[in-house]
């Protein structure tokens, strides 16, 4: 199973960044971040939620390797989710669509910020 150090580093490699330049850009050292790779150290809340919006990734996926798709999966097996969509007649693939775009759309939100409203 990935550990954190491993989806970091596998995170980091994507956007081809040595452990120093990427410790650059949250002021962290080479050795801080190597340390976070071999899961010898983990962040504080504020630095995971950096490196989460840093590479457009929930802090779900950073500690639990779970990305948008297992949590619609773990949405649409709720028994509550379930009776809504029968209610309104909604195939599974609909579901998973409107789960995706609420996902996407509370991206980079953190506890009291304010949801988005049209205008």
Do not use: C, H
């Amino acid at each position: 199973m990935k550990t954190f150090g491993d989806r970091l580093k596998e995170l980091r490699k994507e956007i081809n960044k040595s452990q120093k330049e990427f410790g650059k850009v949250f002021d962290l050292s080479e050795s801080t971040i190597g340390m976070y790779e071999r899961n010898e150290r983990k962040p504080d809340y504020d630095t995971l939620i950096k490196i989460a919006d840093f590479f457009e990734v929930s802090t779900d996926y950073l500690l639990k390797g779970e990305d948008f798709r297992t949590q619609a999966e773990k949405l649409l097996n709720d028994p509550d989710m379930q009776i809504a969509a029968r209610d309104g007649d909604m195939s599974k693939e609909k579901a998973m669509d409107a789960i995706a775009w609420l996902l996407e759309q509370e991206k980079g939100r953190k506890p009291g910020d304010k949801q988005n409203r049209r205008k």
